[in-house]
């Protein structure tokens, strides 16, 4: 956990992406290089279903998933460049009801 908070507090470049799964779901990706490899620190998934999943150095895992460890392959994973303001959009919001996306109060990662 440690190590995911100093490489997100620290991080001067940060790329996002996003994938969609083979159920329909949607995910969102923030990494940053470290070492070498390029390192996810934040990620949320939007599931087919309308629920948001978010995992980061604060909310590591849950019953529903959990931060990857695994490194990112660009040559390897199929994910989709996209811009920063799409990855926060995405982080900042949660899924209501009936009335789609809204601002979810008093949380920063799940």
């Not at 990494?31 to 150095?57: F, M, N």
């Amino acid at each position: 956990m440690l190590h995911f908070r100093e490489l997100d507090e620290a991080a001067t470049q940060r790329q996002h992406f996003r994938h969609a799964d083979e159920g329909g779901g949607l995910w969102y990706i923030e990494a940053v290089p470290d070492r070498g490899e390029l390192v996810v620190i934040k990620q949320a998934e939007l599931t087919s279903a309308g629920q948001l999943h978010r995992y980061c150095w604060e909310h590591l895992e849950d019953e529903h998933g959990g931060l990857t460890d695994q490194a990112i392959d660009l040559a390897e994973d199929p994910l989709e460049a996209i811009p920063a303001a799409e990855f926060q959009r995405v982080w900042a919001w949660c899924v209501g009801r009936t009335t789609g996306l809204r601002r979810e109060a008093g949380t920063s990662c799940y």
